[in-house]
């Protein structure tokens, strides 16, 4: 984050008023930076990504991929139990450089149908563009805040508020930015459930979109083996679960399983 960190200073300093543009620049740059950077060279640093041995499982999971059409470049597992016993599978990278990543700890625990089903879920996702919604809402959120931010930034009563002169304030730009940041979880935090129904929304659309193309069964057998394995409650509370859960219960997945899916 140090160089990130630097830039955002430096910009803040030398821009003026336009400091927040020039950030959210930075910011943009940074996360496509990251998309290749991360999956390539910092992930290897820290886990072992190995080819998948199992070659009944690989071709199925290929012959998935050509069904949905999504194009990937190979099917890894990684030693995601070093670190912990929960199970996931993913994608890295972007364009058709893209991998199918599964946890050491998934394939332990689930058959090749579930296997199959979850990838299913996870390309549902991919397909019906829930990923560049999220970034493209992501960009554009954070471009408001920070023009929030570059006004807040101006105010002499907002610095005044933290006990801070404002003179000194504007020697550092980049003080305005953090002390923004320090209002930010008490105010965010009343448009959470905004976002969660939006997610919970996305997990449905996935589900039914595995549904379509893999076993609908074996999703629902694998969502409970997951949920056993990470320990996670059954039953929560409905109305924190809604607010604070970006994932429907579990049971509320299954029931919708059950519906017949319509043929795309």
Request: aromatic share 10%.
């Amino acid at each position: 984050m140090a160089p990130l960190v630097l830039a955002v200073d430096y910009a803040a300093r030398q821009l003026g008023e336009a400091w927040w543009i020039a950030v959210w620049g930075i910011l943009v740059a940074f996360n496509l930076l990251a998309l290749l950077i991360v999956p390539r060279f910092v992930m290897p640093l820290f886990n072992k990504f190995e080819p998948l041995a199992d070659e009944g499982l690989k071709a199925r999971i290929e012959t998935l991929a050509q069904r949905c059409g999504f194009r990937a470049r190979g099917v890894f597992k990684m030693d995601g139990s070093k670190r912990s016993g929960h199970g996931n599978a993913f994608f890295t990278g972007i364009g058709p450089a893209k991998r199918i990543v599964l946890f050491d700890t998934l394939l332990d625990s689930l058959a090749p149908g579930e296997v199959e089903a979850v990838l299913a879920h996870e390309i549902g996702h991919f397909r019906l563009r829930h990923i560049v919604k999220r970034i493209l809402a992501s960009l554009a959120i954070n471009l408001a805040v920070l023009a929030i931010a570059g006004w807040f930034s101006r105010q002499d009563w907002f610095y005044a508020g933290f006990g801070l002169d404002p003179a000194v304030a504007r020697e550092m730009p980049i003080a305005g930015l953090l002390l923004f940041l320090l209002l930010l979880p008490p105010v965010t935090v009343w448009f959470r459930a905004v976002a969660t129904a939006i997610s919970r929304r996305h997990e449905f659309e996935a589900d039914a979109y595995a549904a379509r193309h893999a076993d609908a069964g074996a999703l629902a057998s694998a969502l409970v083996k997951l949920q056993r394995d990470n320990a996670a409650t059954l039953t929560p509370d409905p109305l924190y679960s809604a607010v604070n859960h970006s994932h429907p219960t579990i049971a509320q997945r299954i029931a919708r399983l059950a519906v017949p899916q319509p043929a795309e």
